[in-house]
Each structure stands twice: as C-alpha cells, then as structure tokens.
C-alpha cells in the first residue's frame, strides 16, 4: 500500500517546520498533526509540519507507521536505550508525543509515576533539554490529574518546566472535535521560556446538542453505519474482527449505542472490543479505526490483535489535526525575548 499522499485543489502549504514524535505508535498523533488525509468525505489539509524522525519501543507500531508515511526516519527501541546510545537526534522546531499513559489509566493498576512505565515523561524530558525545540505537546489520559491527588501532573509540569519550558494543560474530550468517541485526553504544551510564544488551545467543533450553529456530536453511526456489510468492508483493509464470546461484566463487554459517540477505543481491549449496536458481533478493525478518525487508506500491520493495539493507543488524527492548528497559530507569531 502507497503511503498516505492525498491532493486537494489548493497548494501544499511550505513544510516550515520540524518535528519529532517520540512514543509515536503507529502514527495517528503524527497523521493529524501533518494534515493532508480524508475522513468521513471530509478532507482536512496538509500543515506546514514534517515529522522527519519518530521512535517507538514497539515493532508492529513501527512497521505500520513506516507503511503509512514517506520521508521519515523511524528508530525501533526503548528511548531510553536510544538515548543511551548516543542516537544522533535532528534538529526540530517541535517535539510531540503521548509518553506511554497505562499506569495513569483510571481503567489500570494505577502505578502511576511509581513505575518505570510511568516515568517516562523523564526522557522526553531529556530530549527537549537536547533538541531543544521551540515548543513541545504531550498527551496523556485523565487519570494523570487525579493520580495521588494531583502528584502526577505537578511531578510531570515541573519535569518540564526545569526542562526551560513554560507549561500549561487542558483536559478534551474527543467528541467536541468531532471524533465519534468519548475519549478524554490531557494535552500538555510547552514553549520555550527565551521565546515570547503565546499558547493557544483549539475551540470545540462539536456539541453534545445544538446549540451556536455547531454540529453535534458525530455517532457511532455516523462514523461506520455505510461500512457495515461484509462485502463493503472486504474491500478495505483490515476487516477483522473478534469472535470472543461475551463475557459479561469484563472490559469492553457492551452493545453500542448507535445515537452515541462509540466508546473509548482502548488499547487494552484487544479481543474484548464492545459490539457492534446492530450486527452479532464485535467491532471490526476497520470499524474501531474509523471511530478513531484514522482514514480507510490507512493500514494496520501484523496481526488482529496487534491492530486492535495499535488503533487503541493513537490519538486521533482528527483531533490531532485540530491541535496542529493552534501550534501553527503559535508558532507563527514567536521571537526571541
């Protein structure tokens, strides 16, 4: 499969700046943030960023991403390990990354920054301190703001800011960006402290119910009603699904409700992914990627499970895409103090 290289009638805005991904997965933070990808007859455009080197501890993530992208040096490892090294990192305007975010999880075991795991904002830390770029964006879940009353977040903004960096964090939901889904994220942006950089936040694009000329919240339906026949989903890739049986009362064992945002597709759910609201089986790989705003001519590799994964763990382009528009609008009007 060809990587993503959609066209639209206007011109490819100048690639002016650079960017890293660490904790990139298979891409959908990346994917969003450069723009240039069709969802749900919708094309959202090119920006002016170029990831020009990604890292990620895991094989099929890496290989999925080096699928779906073009022009991009990606490092398979542990960043730790990469660091350690001596990895010859590119100069970069931007650093973006979702540092790995399961012990925060409000659905996990909650270790939190007591594990090595949890610990890893530490090392995005150490590459901010080498690359130096002018702003950072991290994404967490939730839970990093409630974790032992608030500790995570202040251990991780401080980490930061001693880093040089002048930080600030809001919590989003999904849904008001028009991601059928009820995922909540922490975003967290930094900006250089020698730079006079504004920090902007993107405004909702959706509402729960009409209200300002808004559209409301997209649904389930909305998202993967015109893919639910076989014959139509054997023509895209990954359509797999699960055959595990129900098992009431485990994780992702529900019925969708077709009028509502699709769950929090989680990385967790591997085999247990909630059921379709309609069909007699689960969400397929296909549909739990259209949930998360991946466009269908993205492809996942390796195996069901491996998918299921690497979808679970993405931010969502769109939403992504979203936030690329605010640290274009930041960028633009910075100088040095």
């Keep these: 499969m060809n990587p993503i290289n959609h066209q639209d009638d206007r011109a490819e805005p100048e690639r002016n700046y650079r960017v890293l991904s660490l904790f990139s997965g298979c891409g959908g933070l990346d994917l969003g943030i450069e723009g240039g ?3 749900l007859k919708r094309f959202y455009h090119r920006n002016p960023f170029k990831i020009v080197w990604a890292n990620d501890i895991s094989e ?22 990469v660091l350690a090294d001596g ?20 659905a996990g075991k909650r270790r939190g920054v007591d594990s090595a795991r949890g610990r890893l904002f530490m090392d995005m830390s150490t590459v901010l301190r080498l690359v130096r770029p002018q702003a950072f964006l991290a994404e ?29 964090y809001r919590l989003f939901k999904m849904a008001n960006y028009g991601v059928p889904q009820t995922r909540e994220r922490v975003i967290i942006i930094g900006v250089r402290q020698d730079l006079e950089l504004p920090i902007y936040w993107p405004l909702p694009t959706h509402v729960a119910r009409s209200h300002g000329g808004l559209p409301t919240w997209r649904t389930i339906y909305d998202a993967i009603d ?4 076989d014959r139509i989903q054997r023509e895209l890739p990954n359509f797999h699904y699960s055959l595990t049986k129900l098992k009431p009362g485990a994780q992702g064992n529900s019925v969708t409700n077709a009028r509502l945002p699709g769950p929090t597709i989680s990385a967790e759910h ?20 259209r949930i998360q705003t991946f466009p269908d001519s993205f492809e996942f590799l390796w ?6 994964r690497q979808i679970g763990n993405a931010v969502p382009p769109v939403f992504a895409w979203h936030l690329a528009q605010s640290l274009q609008k930041m960028l633009s009007c910075g100088r040095k103090r």
Aim: net charge negative; glycine share 6%; with cysteine.
């Design 140 to 168: 967490n879940v939730k839970g990093i703001l409630s974790w032992n009353d608030g500790m995570a977040i202040r251990w991780i903004i401080n980490e930061f800011t001693e880093a040089g960096y002048r930080v600030d």
């Design 37 to 39: 990808f069709s969802y």
């Design 226 to 229: 015109d893919i639910k026949e």
């Design 87 to 106: 990895a010859n990192l590119p100069a970069a305007d931007l650093v973006i990354g979702g540092f790995p975010c399961q012990d925060f999880s409000l």
């Design 60 to 81: 099929s993530a890496t290989a999925t991403q080096a699928l779906n992208f073009e022009d991009l040096e990606i490092v398979t490892g542990d960043i730790a390990c």
């Design 303 to 308: 195996s069901m499970t491996d998918a299921y």
């Design 270 to 289: 591997h085999g247990n992914i909630d059921f379709h609201y309609e069909l007699p089986r689960r969400l397929s790989v296909r549909e739990a990627a």
